[in-house]
């Protein structure tokens, strides 16, 4: 059994910063890749971010390229998202997720993760 365990959001003034840490747990956990979805309240879920487990390429949504930067560090079995230049419209709860699919622009979709954390909140004010 995989477990993913969020951390790190709260709220924040418009311009701010914010690191999101997603903690894997699990004796079978060997992820191809992980992502950050975010979904905020009366809309769909939407991808933020990925990163290849080995390796570490990534996609971006166009909206963070340039503001976020997710990382992960193997040993840890820990992603992060380093979030600058946050935004009213960043507000969401912020999931991280894990899959085992083939790398690609396939994970942009949450149909391609195997495992979800239960979120934590990011607000922005503005």
């Known amino acids: 059994q995989v477990q993913l365990v969020e951390s790190g959001g709260g709220l924040v003034q418009a311009g701010g910063s914010l690191r999101l840490s997603c903690a894997a747990s699990?004796?079978?956990?060997?992820?191809?890749?992980m992502g950050w979805f975010r979904q905020a309240p009366g809309k769909e879920r939407e991808f933020v971010a990925a990163?290849?487990?080995?390796?570490?390429?990534?996609y971006y949504t166009e909206s963070v390229k340039g503001r976020f930067t997710i990382s992960r560090d193997n040993a840890k079995n820990t992603m992060y998202l380093q979030m600058n230049s946050l935004k009213p419209e960043d507000t969401a709860r912020y999931y991280c997720?894990?899959?085992?699919?083939?790398?690609?622009?396939?994970?942009?979709?949450?149909?391609?993760?195997?495992?979800w954390g239960q979120g934590t909140q990011v607000t922005v004010s503005s």
């Open positions: 997720a894990a899959g085992r699919s083939t790398w690609g622009i396939v994970v942009v979709s949450d149909q391609r993760y195997d495992y």
């Open positions: 699990g004796r079978t956990f060997s992820p191809y890749y």
């Open positions: 990163i290849r487990w080995s390796g570490g390429s990534t």
